[in-house]
C-alpha cells in the first residue's frame, strides 16, 4: 500500500482525493452535505503561519485512491501535537489502508517534533455500536480520552419556545447590563481584540481529551488568516457577540459556519463566555441571537450542527434549553508517538 502526499496544484489527486472523502462522508452521514472540492482545495493550497494541513493519499501502486487522511498542524502553539483525521472508501475496508495512513501520518509528524495524534470520531447514535471508527482507532494505538456527542436543532423554532428563551434571556441576573447583536465576518476591526481575548480562553476552556494542550495564540493576523481561508473556501461566518455596556467590551460571542452548497445546513462552529461575565445566560443569548438571525441572513437554513464533549455540562445544558437532539455519539481519541 502506498501513501503519497497530494501536492498543492495537483488537480487530479485532489479530486480523487475529495471523491473518498465525499464516499465516506455519505456512508456515514447520508443526510449531510459535506466538504466540497474547492473547499479541499483551498485547505491544501493553504500557506498560513499558524496551520498547516498536509493530505494524504493511500492505493495500491499504480491504483485509484482508497484511503485518505488529512493533518491539521497547529504552527504556533501546541507544537506537541497533530490534529488527524483519517477516511478508507467503505469499499475497500479492512485491506490495511487505514492502517497505513496513521502509520505515514506518525512519521511526519514525529518528524517534526510532534508527540500526538488527536482525533475526533462522531457517526450517528444508530449504528455507534457497530461502525468501524472506534475498534480500527484502538488497533491502531489511539486510546479514547473523552466521550461527547452531536447535536441538531431544527430552526426556525417554534413560535411558543422561541418566547420562553427570550424571556429567560430578558429577565436573567443582571439581563440589563448586557446588549446582544450580530453581523456578518470579517469582525470589525474595533472588536478583534476582544474577539483575540475570547479565542484565547476558547482554546483551552473547551475540553478536547488533550491533557497536554495549551493556550493558543491569537492576534489580529490569525483571525485575518482564518478569513482569508474562509473565502477561499467559499464558506461564511454570522457571529453574535454579547457586549457589556458599562465596559464596552465584548464578552462573549457565537458563531456559525454557512456554505452554497449546503443551504439548509449550518455549523455551529465557537460559543464563548467570558469566565467574568457567566451567570448571565449569555451563551443562551448569543446562540439565540444567531438564530434570530438566521430569518434574514440564511432563511433556507433548517438545521443547525453542535458538538459537544459530555464533560462540558453548561454549554449541554444551554443546547438542551435550545431543544438541540442528541444525533451523533463518538470519542476524542489520542496516540502517544514514539521519540523519533
Not at 20 to 39: H, K, S
Not at 130 to 158: D, I, M, Y
Not at 199 to 218: C, F, K, L, N, Y
Not at 317 to 328: H, I, K, R, S
Request: hydrophobic fraction near 40%; glycine fraction near 8%; proline fraction near 6%.
Amino acid at each position: 500500500m502506498e501513501v503519497r502526499q497530494v501536492d498543492r496544484g495537483d488537480e487530479a489527486g485532489l479530486a480523487a482525493w475529495h471523491g473518498v472523502l465525499n464516499a465516506v462522508e455519505r456512508d456515514t452521514w447520508p443526510d449531510r452535505t459535506g466538504f466540497n472540492l474547492r473547499e479541499v482545495r483551498a485547505f491544501a493550497n493553504h500557506r498560513g503561519r499558524y496551520r498547516r494541513f498536509v493530505h494524504l493519499a493511500a492505493g495500491e501502486d499504480a491504483g485509484p485512491v482508497v484511503g485518505v487522511g488529512v493533518m491539521d498542524l497547529p504552527l504556533r502553539d501546541n507544537l506537541h501535537s497533530a490534529e488527524v483525521t483519517v477516511g478508507v472508501h467503505p469499499e475497500h475496508r479492512r485491506r490495511g489502508t487505514g492502517r497505513a495512513i496513521v502509520e505515514r501520518m506518525a512519521e511526519l509528524a514525529a518528524a517534526e517534533g510532534r508527540r500526538t495524534l488527536n482525533a475526533l470520531v462522531d457517526v450517528p447514535v444508530a449504528v455507534v455500536d457497530s461502525h468501524p471508527g472506534a475498534p480500527f482507532a484502538r488497533s491502531v494505538g489511539f486510546v479514547a480520552t473523552l466521550p461527547g456527542n452531536s447535536r441538531s436543532l431544527a430552526v426556525p423554532l417554534e413560535p411558543d419556545k422561541e418566547h420562553e428563551l427570550r424571556h429567560i434571556v430578558s429577565t436573567a441576573r443582571g439581563a440589563s447590563d448586557y446588549r446582544t447583536f450580530t453581523f456578518t465576518a470579517p469582525w470589525p476591526e474595533e472588536y478583534l481584540e476582544d474577539h483575540c481575548d475570547l479565542a484565547r480562553r476558547m482554546s483551552t476552556d473547551e475540553p478536547a481529551g488533550d491533557a497536554e494542550r495549551e493556550q493558543e495564540v491569537w492576534d489580529a493576523q490569525r483571525i485575518r488568516e482564518g478569513d482569508a481561508l474562509r473565502e477561499e473556501r467559499g464558506v461564511w461566518k454570522l457571529a453574535a457577540v454579547a457586549q457589556h455596556l458599562g465596559s464596552g467590551r465584548l464578552v462573549a460571542f457565537s458563531e456559525l459556519l454557512l456554505s452554497p452548497d449546503a443551504p439548509a445546513e449550518a455549523w455551529q462552529m465557537a460559543t464563548i463566555v467570558h469566565p467574568a461575565h457567566r451567570g448571565h445566560r449569555l451563551g443562551l443569548a448569543v446562540k439565540l441571537a444567531n438564530v434570530d438571525a438566521l430569518d434574514d441572513a440564511a432563511p433556507s437554513v433548517r438545521r443547525i450542527i453542535t458538538g459537544n464533549a459530555a464533560v462540558n455540562a453548561p454549554m449541554i445544558a444551554v443546547n438542551d434549553l435550545m431543544g438541540f437532539e442528541v444525533v451523533g455519539a463518538g470519542w476524542f481519541w489520542q496516540k502517544e508517538l514514539r521519540p523519533g
